[in-house]
Every structure is written in C-alpha cells, then in structure tokens.
C-alpha cells in the first residue's frame, strides 16, 4: 500500500473529538482526513525511504539495519535524502482519500440489501480490497515517480516530480507512468484485511450495546460511531493492529511492485513483469526477499498512527469553528 494503511485512507480509523461530540460534515471529513493523511506520510515517510532502499535489488546490500540506513542516507545525502519523492503521494493523497470514500461506499452498497445492515467482515474485506484497485490507479503512478527519486544517491539537486514524470512520458508515453500497476493493485488489495480487521477489533473492544441503525456504506457514519463507543487508546489499538496486518497480508507485492517499478521496461532485465519479478527474486534470494523491509514499514505504524489521530482530531476542531 502507498503509505501506511492507516495514513492512506485518511479517516477510516481516525476518531472524532468524544468529550465534544462535534458532528462532521462530509466536506469537513473529508478536508482533515486529507490533512491528517499528509502529516502522516510527512512522519513516516523517512523509514518509507529506507523500507525502498531495502527492497530495490540495486541498494538492498549497501545498508545493515535500519538505523544504519537512516545513518548513511543522512551522511551521504542529508536529511533531505530521507525525504526523496516525498512530493508526489502529498499531491495525490486528496485524490487517494476521495477515491477510498467512493469506492468503498459503493463496493458496500452493491453487497447491503440496506445501507444500515450489518455487514460481515468478509464483506468489509471485499470492498476494502475493491477500493485498494481502484485507488491503485493513483498509486502506481505517484509511487513510480517516488521510488525513482528515492533511489537516487547522490547528494546535491534532485529531479522534481515534474520532470522525472516528464521523462518517463517522454521515453514510453502514458504507459510508462503505469509500470508496476499489476503488483500495485495486488498490494493494495490489503485494504480489505485493513478494513476487516479494524472493524473486527473494535467489534470486540465495544462494550455492549443495543444494535444501532447506521449508515454502513459510509466510512464517516463508521468512524464517528467507533469515535463514540470507543476509547482513544482502544482506537488506537485497533488501527495499529489493522496497519501491521493490512502490510503483512499483501507486502510480498510491494517488494515486487518496487524491484519493476525501479527500472524502466527497456533495461529491467529480469524485472520486466510481476510475474518475471517473483520467479527471478524466489530463484535468486528465496522466499525472505518478499518480506525485505518489513520490519521499517512495522516500525513506522506507531508513530504515524500517533500522528494522523492528532492531525485529524486538531483539523476537525478548526474546520468545524469556522
């Protein structure tokens, strides 16, 4: 997934304010999931860095551990190095979090008789998984531009987004921005185990209560009814648990989808399709190459969690007084 699951969808598990009981409005959801989604991926995006450095083919020899991945990148490239491509998932995190909110309430609706029937996990995780495809048409080309600026080494000028975009238009037209979309719309199907086990932990974390009626095709009527049931730490317990299970369950292809989308079709060599991607990396490394730079995207679950529950919380506050 492009970020961490919880930063990317914005709002899913962010909570509102529950001594205030303040009502969003869907523009004012909508407005601070998109603010706490990008303070989000500002905090976690260092170890994002590395977790791509760890996982292209080209870099994964040159750094020990975690910390000495962060240690080398800031004495050869400066700090800025750790924030290389940052820029394009910022752009495309307005257009991520719409996506999510109209997918999933759509992929929910064709599957309810009613929008306030409960529905199973199973059916949560396919509309999570759903709307993890559709999204990836927006992923694929913004995290194609990031790995290739992350994946520059040397200090100094960088290219911008705009022109790394620019020369892979210009060199293999709108398909080149696509490379890798396969292996993205399989990552990103981890928003369905996101999404089930979120709604699953909080099912066994609420006290018990009467049933009631909600609008279960709607992420913000979901989230403000968890806000008022739930407790910030029990929240955040449930998010964080959710993150580390919605990466694990499809992080084999963010390996892959990193290894093609880190060259260019023309000189990827064994690295030309998903499939080739996953015989040659198996054949070459074993079954632990689908799992490199796991431990970095883990780490980042805390404080990005942290983060966005905040950013969202402070975000709400002000857009609602105005």
């Not at 970020?3 to 009981?21: I, M, N, Y």
């Not at 292209?56 to 910390?67: D, E, G, M, P, V």
């Amino acid at each position: 997934m492009a970020q961490d699951p919880s930063a990317r969808t914005g709002t899913k598990h962010d909570a509102v304010d529950a001594t205030s009981k303040q009502k969003l409005t869907p523009v004012v959801d909508f407005v601070a999931g998109t603010i706490a989604g990008i303070a989000g991926l500002i905090v976690g995006y260092p170890l994002d860095t590395v977790k791509v450095r760890f996982q292209s083919a080209t870099t994964s020899s040159k750094y020990r551990s975690i910390l000495h991945a962060l240690a080398t990148i800031v004495k050869e490239e400066s700090v800025r190095g750790l924030f290389k491509g940052i820029t394009s998932p910022m752009a495309a995190c307005a257009l991520m979090n719409g996506l999510v909110f109209a997918s999933y309430g759509f992929l929910m609706r064709v599957q309810l008789a009613e929008p306030t029937d409960e529905p199973t996990l199973g059916q949560i995780a396919l509309a999570g998984a759903g709307c993890g495809i559709v999204t990836s048409v927006v992923t694929c080309p913004s995290e194609l531009i990031k790995i290739r600026q992350q994946l520059v080494l040397a200090a100094g000028r960088q290219p911008s987004a705009i022109r790394v975009a620019s020369r892979i238009f210009r060199t293999s037209g709108i398909a080149g921005l696509f490379r890798g979309w396969g292996s993205t719309a399989w990552r990103d199907m981890g928003y369905g185990t996101y999404f089930a086990t979120y709604e699953g932990a909080c099912r066994l974390l609420k006290p018990a209560q009467p049933a009631a009626s909600i609008d279960h095709a709607s992420l913000t009527a979901e989230v403000e009814k968890d806000a008022q049931e739930l407790s910030w730490p029990r929240l955040m317990a449930a998010g964080g648990v959710a993150g580390v299970t919605g990466w694990a369950s499809t992080f084999a292809f963010d390996v892959v989808k990193t290894r093609v989308q880190s060259t260019s079709r023309s000189d990827a060599g064994p690295y030309k399709t998903t499939w080739s991607t996953i015989r040659h990396s198996y054949r070459a490394e074993g079954a632990r190459v689908f799992f490199v730079g796991l431990w970095p995207t883990v780490v980042r679950a805390v404080p990005v969690n942290a983060v966005t529950f905040l950013a969202f919380e402070l975000s709400a506050k002000v857009l609602s007084s105005l």
